[in-house]
């Protein structure tokens, strides 16, 4: 099983100017750990369950770009993109340019997006749930075609584009993670379109059912949509604390080995203090290790 980093809070000792450098160093940190995969959230405005509005919030794909730039192994990510914050052309640009930059590493996560707050403070669309869903769907689509050898139009119900160029090609055409559990239409894009499933995962019986009854829907739709299951990466959020030492790290590895049973091959987690690289560092020598035999 890969472990993943999951980047969530910036409120850091030495405030705004701190920022740039922690970020290096979580960048350096991840690759001297064997971390797989760093990835970002997708918000104008930090949560209210991390500290609010009014709280650091970095805009995703211009970190990342900076991140491609202190690194050179691992994956790069938001987890996930919300679907209304681009337009598909330029989301198949950003994405692309972030993947020739980064030498082949991008990773597209993407989501119907939930935030309704930061739509209407920075002035942008947020149309109702089902059109949501509706223009994911024709993002996965356009995005795809972008990143294919058709440059031709694309005629949707919300988006069309007289071509579809996109120069440079990425060099590795990024891998699609769609993120939620939604079992109608969420996992019914991830059997249609997407390279990987990301679904919310936490400690204890019940959220290891919940996910085994997620992969259930999952199978089923694969099944229909005639694709293999077993050609979907089923990665996890893991939405609890992880604490540093060899006694939680034990724990964590009992915890995964019941997910990796289930067919879950990555975990991200989450730094929740104003330490990420000694989080990061922890995970190098005491979590990947063990995570790494699963």
């Excluded at 990835?39 to 405005?45: E, N």
């Excluded at 007289?162 to 109608?184: D, F, L, V």
């Amino acid at each position: 099983m890969r472990v993943g980093v999951h980047l969530v809070a910036w409120d850091l000792p030495g405030g705004p100017a701190a920022i740039g450098p922690a970020l290096a160093d979580v960048g350096r940190a991840a690759e001297e750990a064997g971390v797989a995969n760093l990835s970002l959230m997708d918000h104008y405005l930090q949560l209210e369950m991390i500290g609010g509005a009014h709280q650091p919030m970095l805009e995703g794909y211009t970190a990342l770009g900076f991140l491609a730039a202190h690194t050179s192994t691992v994956d790069l990510q938001l987890l996930c993109t919300g679907v209304t914050y681009r337009h598909p052309g330029l989301l198949a640009k950003i994405v692309s340019t972030l993947d020739v930059l980064s030498g082949g590493r991008a990773v597209l996560g993407i989501g119907a997006a939930w935030y309704e707050r930061e739509h209407l403070a920075l002035g942008v669309p947020y149309p109702p749930l089902a059109e949501r869903f509706e223009r994911l769907e024709e993002t996965l689509q356009i995005v795809r075609q972008m990143w294919s050898d058709d440059d031709g139009p694309f005629e949707g119900r919300h988006y069309r584009l007289a071509e579809t160029i996109n120069e440079p090609r990425p060099i590795r055409r990024p891998p699609i993670m769609i993120g939620g559990g939604g079992e109608k239409k969420t996992l019914l894009f991830v059997a249609r379109y997407a390279d990987a499933c990301n679904l919310f995962a936490s400690p204890g019986a019940d959220a290891l059912a919940q996910v085994d009854a997620k992969l259930d829907v999952l199978r089923w739709h694969c099944v229909e949509e005639g694709r293999d299951f077993d050609d979907v990466q089923k990665t996890i959020l893991w939405t609890a604390p992880l604490a540093a030492g060899e006694d939680a790290a034990d724990r964590f590895a009992e915890e995964m080995a019941a997910y990796a049973a289930l067919g879950v091959s990555e975990v991200h987690v989450m730094p929740r203090d104003g330490d990420p690289v000694g989080y990061v560092a922890n995970l190098g020598e005491h979590v990947i290790p063990r995570i790494a035999e699963l």
